[in-house]
Nanobody
Framework: QVQLVESGGGLVQAGGSLRLSCAVSGSILSINDMGWYRQAPGKQRELVAT???????NYAHSVKGRFTISRDNTKNTVYLQMNTLKPEDTAVYYC????????????????WGQGTQVTVSS
């Protein structure tokens, strides 16, 4: 069974840092794009950052220069280093994998983790 398992959330003061991790468990062949999204209370889920299998990255304007997304293809893991955190970064952060090739005949599309809470106090 393929699962996306997130870790690293928590409570931090404004200006602090956190590092989120998301590991894709199970036997798989490859993963295409991976990304982080977040959802604050009363708001829609929004893109934070994405990274292609080759390492090309894309960021939301609100986090550019503060957050860094990276991945380790050998560990099927994506990371989000969050620096200079602000109270408005408070949200549940979700990991996403847009295409997980499980076997030559089976691909999972648009897979999500369970979410990890990030709270930034002022």
């Amino acid at each position: 069974q393929v699962q996306l398992v997130e870790s690293g959330g928590g409570l931090v003061q404004a200006g602090g840092s956190l590092r989120l991790s998301c590991a894709v468990s199970g036997s798989i062949l490859s993963i295409n794009d991976m990304g982080w999204y977040r959802q604050a209370p009363g708001k829609q889920r929004e893109l934070v950052a994405t990274v292609t299998r080759g390492g090309n990255t894309n960021y939301a304007h609100s986090v550019k220069g503060r957050f860094t997304i990276s991945r380790d293809n050998t560990k099927n893991t994506v990371y989000l280093q969050m620096n200079t955190l602000k109270p408005e970064d408070t949200a549940v952060y979700y990991c996403n994998a847009d295409r997980v090739v499980v076997t030559r005949l089976f691909t999972l599309y648009d897979s999500w983790g369970q979410g990890t809470q990030v709270t930034v106090s002022s």
